[in-house]
């Protein structure tokens, strides 16, 4: 089941909105505890300094550095990495270059544990 998938690998969430990064953690993380969540995009790639994630769910619309500026820095530390960008208002050309950039999937928000288990499914496909 994709859940468990992402319940049982480390997991790393960057959304400046508290509301979000809380409710994926309380959905996704288990005793384990492998769902981290930040703030910001700096947040993330410091993180990325000492560890190894699975799946990195990242915002575009971030402080500092977006979401896109992230991907690209953060494909130097560890470019296997699932790398699923969130968006609550992107266009078709964000959404091109996204892609030409190598992003794995992209969810339009509002953000459901639905939409985030089928870009999970069409990327290990």
């Known amino acids: ?3 468990d998938l992402i ?28 769902l981290t969540s930040v703030g910001s995009g700096e947040e993330g790639l410091e993180l990325m300094w000492r560890n190894r994630f699975f799946l ?3 915002d575009y619309y971030l402080p500092g550095i977006n979401g896109l500026e992230f991907f690209q820095r953060s494909q130097k530390l560890d470019d296997n ?10 266009d078709q ?7 030409d950039l190598g ?6 928000k509002p953000l459901t544990i639905n939409k985030i288990t089928s870009a999970m499914e069409n990327i290990m496909e």
């Open 1 to 3: 089941m994709m859940i």
């Open 81 to 90: 990495a699932i790398f699923i960008l969130i968006t609550g208002n992107g």
């Open 7 to 34: 319940r049982n690998n480390k997991t790393l969430v960057i959304d400046d909105d508290e509301f979000v990064r809380g409710s994926l953690e309380a959905t996704f993380n288990n005793d384990k505890r492998n």
């Open 103 to 108: 992003v794995d999937g992209i969810i339009k």
């Open 56 to 58: 990195i769910i990242c």
């Open 93 to 99: 050309e964000m959404f091109d270059r996204a892609w």
